[in-house]
């Protein structure tokens, strides 16, 4: 065991690679769905050129889930009269309403606030960042717009895993951070605990720390002023030849791409030819402005400035995060910019009823618009029929992705088991991802041709009470997981390490966590590389027919305990027919498990004694319109919402 002293260097892997495996989703700002925001102002063009680049602060706010962002960015937005304060404003930069509904934010959000300090106009803009652990892509991607960060922790909880997790994103980056204890009006609140703990872990000067209360305003009038003092304003020259990092984007319906660009050097303005260095394609300017709080005309950016351009992007596709946008005929040192986003979970999608296709397809195509981190392919399932494979970066992200699918267009869809990419190496060198058990190679290819396989693992950061360490010791010792370090981070709490196969983490690893430390412990991971793993693709079979859309990939030693719970929780939901079913899972021709469904004889008229022809009809018509939700695996009859219940566990 080891002190927290100089956490630090413990701490500090490889920040790039961790923004690999976070994960991250887009907005789609105009939605039906999202909530306008309560303007102060009415949309007018405002004038900058009062304020010099020594007179903007560009600064994030970063956090543990639920430690407040969202409600600090409220009251700052009040406080420089950005939006009204009418007392009722309740994260109002959380539009989606998935993240209203969830109560958390998932699409980091900038806005632009107007501050008067020592008798000076200051421009503040301010990204209010996700504080989930799928989400901290866009954190990172969100702290290149950044020269500073207020990392907020809440005066009851203190420092958890994704405070670590953010305060090295930030560090990483060379940010100012600026430490808020927050939540100090609640009973259990203890800061100068907390203030300790800050201290100790992450080596800052705690001597003014920030303690208010976002949700009563306690202390709220000396964060900004903080900001100002703290945080260096950027650096980049208006009299250099013009260079904008492309940080955010969203798909607006009527105008096309927007573009949120951080201006590092130089001017652009409205009418300008520019050229994006990564994809080497030409636009011109028809808008440019800020968001205040949304999008208000200002005819230019100058370096320092955070603000949007619209340029006759038809496509997110084209709008490369990181990327560097330049006048055309200047030639400029792209800025450094971001590795690409990439799906680590994978699953088909396929729609209930099968005569909702072309539905779904469009409203796919709607919401990938906006969110190109998602990958999308066609897929053929025997059981499901046509559907897609689609990439996430994390489970989450999948979840908000299918409850948009869900409630902005009323589709509904089954979600197979995710998949995690997996790697085949084979005995002639070649290596193949796996993103689909279907790709798997059978069990005569792995004994002839396969060197090997791996799977993806992760570096998980776990922190929670002492008392929880046997459970937290015993719930990573059945994921496979291997201990790397843990440490006190106080009296009472302690920070465990551990790597864990990715694939045992994106199943119920969290929910798994939650229940065992009563909602105590928290996590963070990120990507680890791979390693050899004895992997097995386990089918499902009915009557002898395999279903496809069933089959799994999974280590062998789950093999039994898995192949024994879907024989069973299928039985449960495959209604008795005329003949047999036999339901079996296997790997390869060796059966693991199976379950039996004895024959019944089922007449649907039966009740209607011949009389009442009309009846019996209407009886026959629902019948035959039930067969339609139908599918046929050989001569078995399932009900598609069958495999929805299954994938969803309702069995
Ligand atoms: N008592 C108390 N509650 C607060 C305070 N600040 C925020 N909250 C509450 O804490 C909860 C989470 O606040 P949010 O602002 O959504 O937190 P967040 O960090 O933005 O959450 P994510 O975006 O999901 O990461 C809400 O119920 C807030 O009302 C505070 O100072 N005191």
Redesign the pocket.
């Known amino acids: 065991m080891r002190s927290l002293y100089g956490l630090s260097r413990l701490l500090s892997a490889d920040l790039r690679q961790q923004q690999c495996i976070r994960h991250y989703i887009q907005k789609r700002w105009q939605s039906k769905t999202t909530e306008k925001l309560k303007s102060a102002d009415p949309t007018k063009e405002i004038d900058l050129t009062d304020i010099p680049a020594e007179r903007i602060r560009n600064f994030s706010i970063i956090?543990h889930?639920?430690?407040?962002?969202?409600?600090?960015a409220d009251r700052l937005l009040e406080l420089t009269k950005t939006i009204r304060d009418q007392g009722s404003n309740k994260?109002v930069l959380?539009k989606l309403k998935v993240e209203r509904e969830r109560?958390?934010?998932v699409k980091a959000q900038t806005v632009s606030m107007f501050y008067t300090y020592k008798g000076q106009k200051y421009l503040l803009n301010l990204i209010d960042t996700?504080?989930?652990v799928d989400f901290s892509y866009e954190v990172s991607r969100s702290l290149a717009a950044c020269q500073g960060t207020l990392l907020l922790v809440d005066a009851s909880q203190g420092i958890q895993a994704q405070t670590v997790a953010n305060f090295y994103l930030a560090f990483g980056q060379g940010l100012h951070v600026i430490p808020v204890i927050?939540?100090i009006?609640?009973p259990g609140a203890n800061p100068d605990k907390v203030v300790k703990q800050i201290h100790s872990a992450f080596e800052l000067d705690t001597a003014d720390v920030l303690k208010?209360?976002?949700?009563?305003r306690k202390n709220i009038e000396a964060v900004l002023p903080s900001v100002i003092d703290n945080i260096p304003s950027p650096t980049g020259s208006k009299d250099k030849p013009m260079r904008a990092l492309l940080f955010d984007s969203w798909f607006d319906t009527y105008v096309g791409v927007v573009c949120m660009l951080a201006v590092v050097d130089g001017v652009i303005k409205k009418g300008d030819k520019i050229m994006s260095a990564h994809g080497e394609e030409k636009y011109e300017v028809s808008e440019v402005g800020i968001m205040h709080p949304e999008q208000v005309p200002t005819g230019y950016l100058h370096a320092g400035q955070v603000g949007y351009i619209i340029c006759g992007m038809k496509t997110a596709s084209e709008a490369h995060i990181g990327d560097t946008f330049h006048h055309l005929k200047s030639k400029v040192e792209p800025l450094p910019g971001f590795e690409a986003a990439k799906s680590m979970v994978f699953a088909g999608i396929f729609p209930v009823d099968t005569t909702d296709f072309q539905k779904l397809d469009e409203s796919i195509k709607k919401l990938t618009l906006n969110d190109a981190s998602v990958s999308v392919h066609k897929e053929t399932s025997n059981a499901l029929g046509q559907g897609w494979r689609l990439g996430f970066l994390g489970t989450l992200h999948m979840d908000v992705f299918r409850q948009r699918l869900e409630e902005e267009y009323e589709a509904n869809v089954i979600v197979t088991q995710p998949t995690v990419p997996y790697k085949v190496v084979f005995r002639n060198g070649e290596e193949k991802i796996v993103r689909n058990p279907a790709d798997f190679p059978s069990v005569d290819e792995v004994s002839t041709k396969v060197l090997n396989l791996q799977e993806p693992m992760v570096l998980a950061t776990m922190i929670f009470p002492e008392e929880y360490m046997g459970q937290m010791m015993d719930l990573c010792g059945t994921r496979r997981g291997e201990q790397t370090e843990y440490m006190f981070m106080d009296e009472t709490r302690v920070l465990m390490k551990y790597r864990l196969p990715l694939a045992e983490v994106v199943t119920d690893f969290y929910d798994e966590l939650k229940s065992r430390t009563s909602g105590y412990a928290t996590f963070d991971y990120e990507e680890n590389g791979y390693e050899m793993s004895d992997l097995v693709k386990m089918t499902v079979l009915i009557n002898s027919k395999p279903v496809d859309a069933l089959s799994i990939i999974l280590h062998r030693g789950q093999v039994q305990v898995v192949g024994r719970d879907w024989v069973k929780r299928l039985k449960g939901l495959i209604q008795r027919q005329l003949f047999e079913i036999v339901i079996q899972t296997a790997i390869g021709h060796k059966i693991v498990a199976r379950e039996t469904i004895t024959a019944m004889r089922k007449n649907v008229t039966a009740k209607c004694y011949g009389g009442d022809i009309t009846r019996r009809m209407k009886l026959l018509e629902k019948q035959k319109a039930g067969k339609k939700r139908m599918k046929m695996i050989g001569n078995v009859e399932i009900p598609q919402k069958a495999f929805y219940d299954f994938m969803d566990k309702k069995a």
């Open positions: 956090a889930i639920d430690h407040g962002k969202s409600t600090l994260q959380d109560g958390i934010t996700p504080g989930h927050n939540k009006d609640l208010i209360s976002a949700k009563t």
